[in-house]
């Protein structure tokens, strides 16, 4: 089992920036692919960014394609999310997700695919 505690959201202005952290604890992080998602108030959960467990691999959903950026740094057992150039839509709680898997499993967006999740963090862009 692994834990994984979310921070780093709040409240940007449009266009601003935000750096998410995810910290996990307990198994090791290695052995987890990592996935960003998001859920919007009346929306279903929605599938953000995914790492391979080594980080050599990464896939965005279409609507952060080139704003946002996925890394992990397993000495420190940690993901991260760099989000720039943030948008109004982008408000929601933001989870991060582990997944087991070999080392060369593809990269999912199926929620349904991750075995851990975190609480999450808020994340508001005011325009």
């Known amino acids: 089992q692994v834990q994984l505690v979310e921070s780093g959201g709040g409240l940007v202005q449009d266009g601003g920036s935000l750096r998410l952290s995810c910290a996990a604890s307990?198994?090791?992080?290695?052995?987890?692919?990592m996935g960003w998602f998001r859920q919007a108030p009346g929306k279903e959960r929605e599938f953000v960014a995914g790492?391979?467990?080594?980080?050599?691999?990464?896939t965005y959903g279409d609507p952060v394609k080139g704003r946002f950026t996925i890394s992990r740094d397993n000495n420190k057992n940690t993901l991260y999310l760099q989000m720039n150039s943030l948008k109004p839509d982008d408000t929601a709680v933001y989870y991060c997700?582990?997944?087991?898997?070999?080392?060369?499993?593809?990269?999912?967006?199926?929620?349904?695919?991750?075995?851990?999740w975190g609480q999450g963090t808020q994340v508001a862009v005011s325009s």
């Open positions: 997700a582990a997944k087991r898997g070999i080392s060369t499993a593809p990269l999912t967006s199926d929620s349904g695919s991750y075995d851990y």
């Open positions: 307990g198994r090791t992080f290695s052995m987890f692919h």
């Open positions: 790492i391979s467990r080594g980080g050599g691999r990464t």
